[in-house]
C-alpha cells in the first residue's frame, strides 16, 4: 500500500516561471491538504480539498497559488510567477475523515 | 490563525534517558491532536495521537498527556534511542470541519551517544 506521492521531490525555478507540483493521495483517501514549510519552521496549512471541489483555502496566498483535485489524476498545486519567498518545502497529505494526516516525503521549491 | 507553540525549540538528552517535550496549544474548540516527527529531509511522520476526551494516551515507547485545563500537551519518549533525533512536531484541529491541522514550530530533539 503506497504512502502519499509526491512528485518532483526537487525543483528549481527562475524567477517569473511557473512551478506545478503534484500529489497522488494514499488508496482510499479522498481527501488532500497542501502544507508549506519554510526553513526552521512549522508546517502552515494551505488548503484542503476533496476529489473536484476545494474544501477551506483560507491558508493559500490570493494570488499566484491555485490547487486542484481533478475526478482523475494527482492534486496539484500550481504557483504561478514565482518570487523568491516562494522557495520551500511543499507537502502534501490525505487521510480519510476524522483519521489523522499521513504526509508524502515533500517538494522542495528552489526559486532563483 | 490558530496559534500552537511549543516551549523548548532545543531538547538535548543522553542515550536511554527519558524525553519529554511539551506543546501549548490555544484554541478551547480543538479536540483532536497529533504529534509528528520529522527528520531532515523528509516527511511528517504519524507518531501518536489523542482526542479531547482522554488524558493519557500510551503507543510504543511513547505517551501522550492531555491537560485541557491548561491547553498543555506534552509527549515523553521512553528510553530515547539515536533514531529518535528529529524535529517533534504537536498538531491541533482547531476549529473547522475538516482535518485541516494546525501545527507548532517544532523541537529539535538530539539524542547524545
Known amino acids: 500500500n503506497a504512502g502519499v506521492m509526491q512528485n518532483p521531490r526537487h525543483l528549481v525555478r527562475r524567477r517569473g516561471q511557473e512551478a506545478r507540483l503534484r500529489c497522488s493521495p494514499m488508496?482510499?483517501?479522498?481527501?488532500v491538504y497542501w502544507y508549506r514549510q519554510l526553513p526552521e519552521e512549522g508546517l502552515k496549512f494551505m488548503v484542503y480539498?476533496?476529489?473536484?471541489?476545494?474544501?477551506?483555502e483560507s491558508g493559500m496566498p490570493k494570488e499566484r497559488f491555485s490547487a486542484e483535485f481533478p475526478k482523475e489524476g494527482p492534486s496539484i498545486l500550481r504557483i504561478q510567477q514565482v518570487v523568491r519567498g516562494d522557495s520551500a518545502a511543499y507537502f502534501c497529505?490525505?487521510?480519510?475523515?476524522?483519521?489523522?494526516?499521513?504526509f508524502g516525503e515533500g517538494s522542495r521549491l528552489t526559486v532563483l | 490563525g490558530e496559534s500552537v507553540g511549543l516551549h523548548l525549540p532545543t531538547l538535548s538528552v543522553q542515550e536511554g534517558d527519558n524525553s519529554i517535550i511539551n506543546c501549548a496549544y490555544s484554541?478551547?474548540?480543538?479536540?483532536?491532536f497529533i504529534w509528528y516527527k520529522q527528520e531532515s529531509g523528509k516527511g511528517p511522520q504519524f507518531i501518536i495521537d489523542?482526542?479531547?476526551?482522554?488524558d493519557k494516551r500510551q503507543g510504543q515507547r511513547v505517551t501522550v498527556l492531555l491537560n485541557k485545563t491548561v491547553k498543555h500537551l506534552s509527549l515523553q519518549i521512553a528510553a530515547t534511542q539515536p533514531g529518535d533525533s528529529a524535529v517533534y512536531f504537536c498538531?491541533?484541529?482547531?476549529?473547522?470541519?475538516?482535518?485541516?491541522?494546525?501545527f507548532g514550530t517544532g523541537t529539535s530533539l538530539t539524542v547524545i551517544p
Open positions: 497529505a490525505s487521510s480519510p475523515p476524522g483519521a489523522p494526516l499521513f
Open positions: 488508496k482510499g483517501h479522498s481527501h
Open positions: 480539498l476533496q476529489k473536484e471541489n476545494i474544501i477551506d
Open positions: 484554541n478551547s474548540a480543538s479536540d483532536y
Open positions: 489523542i482526542r479531547s476526551n482522554m
Open positions: 498538531a491541533e484541529n482547531g476549529e473547522n470541519t475538516g482535518n485541516q491541522f494546525y
